[in-house]
């Protein structure tokens, strides 16, 4: 995960004053219909709505999970109201990076044009899930 100084939004001019965080240990995926991924609805671009909750599968996990793309997230909270199994905390800005990483089973990165596809991905979840991060 970057730190907050690498940080870039998409559609904001700066960053956010918080951020959510999914806790993916309690992440359920909603049984294949994820209310947060159903009421996230980041912005409109060109008529199509981009999102900045993915929902994607993962070897680490019996069930798809929900993943936050912080580049697009606009903390506006709706997933964290949303959400049945309160899996999902707002934080503020800077605590969200240190939240995000001890709550994250999927790595993934901000930018995810950038990278490479996992290689353990299949085919129609490789284009929706995000690269792993760089090891340390």
């Known amino acids: 995960m970057p730190a907050p100084g690498d940080y870039k939004n998409k559609f904001l001019k700066k960053p956010p004053k918080r951020l959510a965080v999914v806790d993916q240990n309690s992440c359920s995926g909603c049984a294949g219909s994820p209310v947060c991924v159903t009421y996230c609805e980041t912005v409109t671009v060109k008529d199509d709505v981009v999102d900045a909750i993915r929902y994607i599968e993962s070897p680490e996990a019996p069930n798809k999970l929900a993943i936050i793309e912080y580049d697009k997230c606009i903390g506006c909270a709706l997933c964290a109201e949303v959400c049945p199994w309160d899996a999902i905390t707002m934080y ?40 792993p991060a760089p090891s340390r």
Do not use: C, M, Q
């Open 92 to 131: 503020n800005f800077d605590e969200a990076w240190g939240a995000a990483t001890d709550v994250t089973l999927v790595p993934y990165s901000i930018d995810l044009d950038a990278n490479p596809k996992r290689k353990d991905e299949e085919p129609a979840a490789a284009a929706a899930a995000p690269a």
